[in-house]
């Protein structure tokens, strides 16, 4: 079984920070990469960051310089600082998992971050 739970969301004022936590549980599973994507009300879900297994980090423009992410062997967390109001969304993990040679996409159910004062 494969489960993706994410934590660490909530509200926070203009500023502050949060950081994001998925814990992934899963079988014999590698993982090759994982992230953090999100989704406005009305708008398509986006990619925020994502780090593969070898360290390579992506993340949206609007992310760069604001938030990090980082991963260990059944982790992904997202460090977000300096919050804007515009970061309000809700927030979904991504996993791309393998057995073997065979790969799948898995996803939380999304946790709420809302940036007000």
């Known amino acids: 079984q494969v489960q993706l739970v994410e934590s660490g969301g909530g509200l926070v004022r203009p500023g502050g920070s949060l950081r994001l936590s998925c814990t992934v549980s899963?079988?014999?599973?590698?993982?090759?990469?994982m992230g953090w994507y999100r989704q406005h009300p009305g708008k398509q879900r986006e990619l925020v960051a994502t780090v593969t297994t070898s360290g390579i980090t992506q993340y949206a423009h609007s992310a760069k310089g604001r938030f990090t992410i980082s991963a260990n062997a059944n982790a992904v967390y997202l460090q977000m600082n300096n919050l804007e109001p515009e970061d309000t969304a809700v927030y979904y993990c991504?996993?791309?998992?393998?057995?073997?040679?065979?790969?799948?996409?898995?996803w939380g159910q999304g946790i709420q971050v809302t940036v007000s004062s």
């Open positions: 899963r079988s014999n599973a590698s993982i090759d990469r």
């Open positions: 991504n996993a791309e998992l393998r057995w073997g040679k065979a790969g799948s996409e898995y």
